[in-house]
């Protein structure tokens, strides 16, 4: 199925997928700044974004007529970015930030996110 989207909505939508261990995690680190709760036990928050975003971005392809059922739960984000480019005849590059992104959130240690929220939230 050839991907013949007309408005840029679903790609902002699936861009923001892309990235949203990033987001996740900048949110988790602002949550831990202005709460007592320790970073390490909100990623949850992550999950919960990651897993959001992707729901949403199929509830989109379905009105669009584009989301076919191989597309596969959109629970399992790097299923679904894999089957959604394959079956909508894109280029994997969602895959491949959000492959990226996971990498960049967990090999970089915690500290370093809640010091960049709390640099932030001091700025303000």
């Known amino acids: 199925m ?6 840029e909505e679903p790609n902002i ?7 949203a261990p990033l987001l996740g995690v900048a949110i988790q680190a602002l949550v831990s700044n202005l709460t007592t709760i320790r970073f390490n036990t ?6 919960a974004i990651n897993v959001a975003i992707a729901i ?4 989109l392809l379905k009105k669009q007529g584009l989301y076919n ?8 984000v790097p ?10 005849d894109q ?9 990226l992104s996971l990498a960049l959130v967990v ?11 709390g640099l932030i939230w001091a700025a303000k």
């Open 2 to 7: 050839k991907n013949n989207m007309n408005n």
């Open 56 to 59: 949403y971005d199929a509830e």
């Open 42 to 47: 909100l990623w949850v928050i992550t999950i």
């Open 69 to 76: 059922q191989e597309m596969g739960n959109p629970m399992s």
């Open 91 to 99: 280029s994997p590059i969602y895959l491949v930030i959000w492959s």
């Open 107 to 117: 090999f970089i240690p915690s500290w370093v996110f809640t010091s960049m929220a």
């Open 79 to 88: 299923v679904y970015l894999f089957k959604r480019s394959k079956i909508l």
């Open 13 to 19: 939508i699936v861009w923001s997928l892309s990235i």
